[in-house]
């Protein structure tokens, strides 16, 4: 099983900044890479797929990139809605999460 | 679209065993991956394991092997997640997500299911 390792553990930003948040694969996923934003008291939701793909319904504000082991994901400029936590999932071994990146307000 | 519906909260014993289900609407059943996801209070996501109706496959975390047994019913489009030898650790969110193979990614996730493992 891939161990997957997110940071930072919380980021402090306010909002019209870009967030960059990180994953790194223990080995290699190649893409199969996914990113999910949960909010308090909600299951979590799809963003990113394969690395870089955004989900049905996602801003374009949100992007993915990385392949192999290190991956980020990109929020252009942050809405107040953004604010949440984001976990990172691969799917190449077995299926595992990050232990979460909580973006919080600044 | 597709609606992932699961049974209510449960309170369990120690030692006892909890079954929870999660029947899909609006959309092809069998072909798709249905995992089940826990999180603790106040923790990250964990993966329990999955099961591929179309196959009756399961497949389970290293963590739960042993413990837990994912089966699904095709008749009435629902898959099931029972846990055994309940801890109050086990006390968390089940969630049920459906995974897009072609994605490797869950696009489509319940409310989740509340259980609590308490004396």
């Known amino acids: 099983e891939s161990v997957l390792t997110q940071s930072p553990a919380t980021l402090s930003l306010s909002p019209g900044e870009r967030a960059t948040l990180s994953c790194r694969a223990s080995q290699s996923v190649t893409t199969y890479l996914a990113w999910y934003q949960q909010k308090p008291g909600q299951a979590p939701r799809l963003l990113i797929y394969?690395?870089?793909k955004r989900a049905t319904g996602i801003p374009a504000r949100f992007s993915g990139s990385g392949s192999g082991t290190d991956f980020t994901l990109t929020i252009s400029s942050l809405e107040p809605e953004d604010f949440a936590v984001y976990y990172c999932q691969q799917r190449t071994n077995w299926l595992s999460f990050g232990q979460g990146t909580r973006l919080e307000i600044k | 679209q597709v609606h992932l519906e699961q049974s209510g909260a449960e309170v369990k014993k120690p030692g006892s065993s909890v079954k929870v289900s999660c029947t899909a609407s609006?959309?092809?059943?069998?072909?798709?991956?249905f995992n089940w996801v826990r999180q603790v209070p106040g923790q990250g996501l964990e993966w329990v394991g999955g099961i591929t109706p179309i196959f009756d496959r399961s497949t389970y975390a290293q963590n739960f092997q042993g413990r837990v047994t994912i089966t699904s019913d095709e008749s009435s489009s629902t898959v099931y997640m029972e846990l055994s030898g309940l801890r109050s650790e086990d006390t968390a969110v089940y969630y049920c997500?459906?995974?897009?193979?072609?994605?490797?990614?869950?696009?489509?996730w319940g409310l989740g299911t509340l259980v609590t493992v308490s004396s």
């Open positions: 394969d690395a870089s």
């Open positions: 997500a459906r995974e897009r193979g072609d994605l490797g990614a869950l696009d489509i």
């Open positions: 609006g959309g092809t059943f069998s072909t798709y991956v």
